[in-house]
């Protein structure tokens, strides 16, 4: 791989981009990639490639299934089909653009390119957030029936979509007017907000203290609400007298925490990690970070499609038609 040229512009149009640049910002942003590890990064984005394909394949086959199947349109299932589509777009708006970074040195990105992606990454990682919010209501899709009508569970669709992009626009906005002074190497493998902000060359107080906001807000109510709900589901869960009855509950409570952690911890890490963790090595930090990216798309509709029944055996007969 060739080695970071942004600091000593040899290999760079630089003179191109200065030219469409303003006093503000410059016209395009570079991409380091995984900084510390550019020389081996080629090889890391294969796997990243392969968990970038099972997403892409699972939520598409999830979201044909549950569209075209009228008796999956219930509001667990439409909860499913939000989740796969916010995956679809989570990861559609990141990974190729970062595949390019490791695989074809593409690192350049224009300015308002990367605060559109800054954009869909926030705005549907809250989005997604909502929707496991909503889910976590009652992981039980026969139950979900009696508790949230269709027009309801469109109606928390809507809010939740509305929420993330209430609460992120104004980090694209505080972004755009912020002054950077020429400087352009995003230590990153996307345009993540904090890894934007650090290239500021003034006053970004704004931006960190309503990044922190609209992070409490969204995760702190979104977590308390999920926790509230998942004691009342477990002690529900204990009091059922079988035993063959208490066991399956618990293994589907298990699997979706399991969801819920691998979203959860690795967003988690990656902003305090930016804030706080500063002895933690980089590479370390924004490995963490692609892998949030990826791996809850590719579980998604691995734990909560697969192993639904009803939405396992549309899969069967589509791959395995009768009389085929």
Partial sequence: ?????????????????????????????????????????????????????????????????IKTEPSLHEPMYLFLAMLAITDLVL??????????????????IGFHACLAQMFFIHTFSSVESGVLMA??????????????????????????????????????????????????LISHSYCEHMAVVKLVCGDARANIVYGLVAAFVVVGFDVLVISVSYFMILRTVMRLPSTEARLKAVSTCASHTCILLAFYIPGLFTFLTHRFGHHIPHHVHIMVANLYLLVPPMLNPIVYGVRTKEIRDRVNHLFHPKGV
């Fill in 135 to 184: 889910m976590a209501l009652d992981p039980h899709p026969p139950r979900h029936s009696s508790i949230l009508s269709i027009p309801m569970t469109k109606k928390i669709g809507s809010l939740v979509l509305t929420r993330g992009v209430l609460l992120i626009s104004p980090f694209c906005i505080l972004a755009s007017r912020l002054p950077f002074c020429g400087h352009r």
């Fill in 1 to 65: 791989m060739r080695a970071l040229s942004a600091q000593t512009g040899d290999e760079w149009p630089v003179k191109s981009m200065l030219n469409a640049s303003t006093p503000f910002h410059p016209a395009a942003f570079l991409l380091v990639g995984i900084p510390g590890l550019e020389a081996t990064q080629f090889w890391i984005a294969f796997p990243f490639c392969i968990m970038y394909v099972i997403a892409m394949v699972g939520n598409v086959i999830v979201s044909f299934i």
């Fill in 91 to 108: 990861t559609t708006s990141t990974v190729p653009k970062m595949l390019g970074v490791f695989w074809l040195d593409s690192r350049e």
